[in-house]
């Protein structure tokens, strides 16, 4: 006799329908955290969920600032649906709390591209947030600039407005106004006056992002020329890189000097000496008899130092990292990794020697 079956029967799955149905439920629960949860995971679904937009415009209204929160990034998920969601978001950007008109700039702007070509729409929403870049709280204003950013060329009236965040004392500030500027598609050479002191900024990033933002066009590079090829001796990495690869786009090799490029050559970090080797191979600076002289003449040097005692090859290479010519520097340091490689002398005794002059040397000519 067969016993009946006692397993449990597998239940259908749930369609997104069901489960939209089951969350837009959820949202009307009187606790905050599973009214977060539910709108959350609307937004996992995306432009499946859309139907729960009006649900989830009643949640920037909530007594709750997480849900709040929560609702305005999902919002900015359902782009299909913008032109509703967009008023609302506006609306925000007045709001007494910072955070909803920060969290609101930012949902505009991840919804730029449902607006790509309506531009009465877009130049609206630029219009309201340039209101923000006075606003009292810092990341406020660099919500409504990263937001700005995004509007393209339509946004090119702030630029009056983007200026004077160029001194401002945040370096978060003045990073986001120079992306803004890159954004919207003016670096042109009219702007050389402002964009100039950022390239001796304090803050690397500054001086990096203003690099990049000239290098984006490349027409106005040799009207920044004089003020970008200091930037080859700067001391960190990424910025020296950057400037190279500017240099690149410039594609005009007269303009360039050897004696600037060359040092790379044999700078301490393997991305900028390989930058520097493409940049000659590109601008076929190799050709140039500047270069074949000076590239001779490093080889001498190398070559004198290798033949002097220990303690002598020390003194020379000492004072030559003194010199304040960078190509005699770089000649230096690559003496000093062959004098390391020799049994000789050890690294200690010469990062002993060499300290007074920067106890970094050995390390740095090490890693070459």
């Known amino acids: 006799m067969n016993k009946p079956d006692s397993s449990p029967r597998n239940s259908s799955p749930i369609s997104d329908d069901e489960r939209i149905l089951g969350l837009r439920m959820q949202l009307k629960s009187p606790k905050p955290d599973l009214r977060i949860q539910a709108v959350e995971r609307l937004g996992e679904m995306g432009e499946t969920a859309k139907v729960a937009v009006p649900d989830l415009l009643l949640l920037l209204q909530d007594v709750n600032l997480d849900v709040q929160i929560t609702a305005i990034k999902t919002l900015s998920e359902m782009k299909s649906q913008a032109t509703i969601i967009e008023p609302h978001l506006i609306s925000l950007l007045k709001h007494t709390h910072p955070d909803l008109r920060g969290y609101a700039a930012r949902s505009l702007g991840a919804l730029a591209d449902s607006r790509r070509n309506d531009i009465a ?24 600039l990263s937001a700005l950013r995004s509007m393209g060329d339509d946004a090119q009236t702030i630029i009056p ?26 670096s042109d050479r009219f702007l050389t006056v402002e964009l100039l002191p950022l390239l001796k900024d ?8 203003t690099l990049d933002t000239i290098g984006s066009t490349p027409k106005s590079i040799p009207y920044f020329l004089p003020h ?10 990424e910025i020296r890189a950057a400037t190279i690869e500017a240099l690149v786009e410039m594609r005009n090799p007269n303009a360039i000097s050897v004696r600037d490029v ?27 008899p500047e270069f074949r002289t000076e590239i001779q003449k490093v080889n001498r040097d190398l070559e004198a130092i290798s033949k002097l005692p220990a303690e002598k090859a020390i003194a020379e290479i000492r004072s030559r990292l003194k010199n304040s010519d960078s190509l005699i520097q770089a000649s ?22 060499l300290n007074a002059v920067d106890p970094s040397v050995w390390t740095r000519s090490n890693e070459s």
């Open 228 to 237: 970008i090829t200091p930037l080859l001796k700067d001391p960190v990495p």
């Open 332 to 353: 230096a340091r690559i003496a000093l990794f062959n004098l390391g490689r020799t049994a000789k002398v050890t690294p200690s005794q010469i990062s002993t020697l």
């Open 121 to 144: 729409r877009k130049k609206d929403i630029v219009f309201h947030l340039s209101k923000l870049l006075d606003d009292r709280y810092l990341y406020v204003r660099v919500e409504a």
């Open 161 to 186: 407005q983007l200026l004077p965040l160029f001194k401002s004392p945040s370096t978060s500030v003045r990073f986001a106004a120079i992306g803004t500027l890159r954004g919207i598609g003016q």
């Open 262 to 288: 060359l040092p790379l050559l044999f700078d301490s970090n393997s991305s900028v000496s390989v930058r520097a080797g493409k940049m000659i191979m590109s601008l076929k600076l190799e050709d140039s």
């Open 202 to 209: 304090a803050d690397p990033m500054v001086r990096l992002a």
